[in-house]
């Protein structure tokens, strides 16, 4: 029975140590806070090349609307995601997590994106009846005036 005693009263050390590494790590976990918002400057990059992509290749919304040249895409695209962060900073509380916030971000995008395209096509069909290029809606218009039948 002294042998059982001496056995265990060497393992005990052994076995405070590691619960009380594990309360430490716990107590770290429950001081550790996840934010989302600010996004990176990372993510906001690869947010302004995803936009410059959509507003310049073909895609659904430029079907309907047609597409703007990647030179201008690229600062419509920073213009849109500045204007997008500032809102939803503005917006910010430190007592929140972010989720909302990124939503609103996301929302913004979305909206300024379409926006800007919206009015890019309405303005579209006066400047490109004088340059003789391509409506969003894929018909060339004329640079001559239409002739009437006698």
């Not at 302004?48 to 690229?74: F, H, M, N, W």
């Not at 419509?76 to 972010?98: L, Q, T």
Request: aromatic share 4%.
């Amino acid at each position: 029975m002294a042998e059982t005693e001496s056995t265990t009263a060497a393992t005990e050390p052994h076995q405070t140590q590691p619960q009380e590494r594990l309360d430490d790590i716990a107590a770290k976990l429950n001081n550790l806070a996840l934010r989302i918002w600010p996004p990176s400057q990372r993510t906001r990059v690869a947010v302004i090349q995803r936009l410059v992509e959509t507003l310049s290749s073909q895609s659904a919304l430029s079907k309907r609307y047609g597409t703007i040249p990647e030179a201008d895409a690229s600062s419509v695209a920073k213009s849109i995601e500045e204007e997008a962060f500032s809102a939803a900073g503005a917006a910010f509380s430190p007592d929140d997590d972010g989720i909302a916030i990124l939503q609103m971000y996301s929302k913004e995008i979305s909206k300024r994106m379409l926006d800007t395209v919206k009015s890019r096509a309405s303005a579209a069909p006066a400047s490109d009846a004088s340059s003789g290029t391509e409506a969003p809606s894929g018909k060339e218009i004329s640079l001559s005036p239409v002739e009437e039948e006698a």
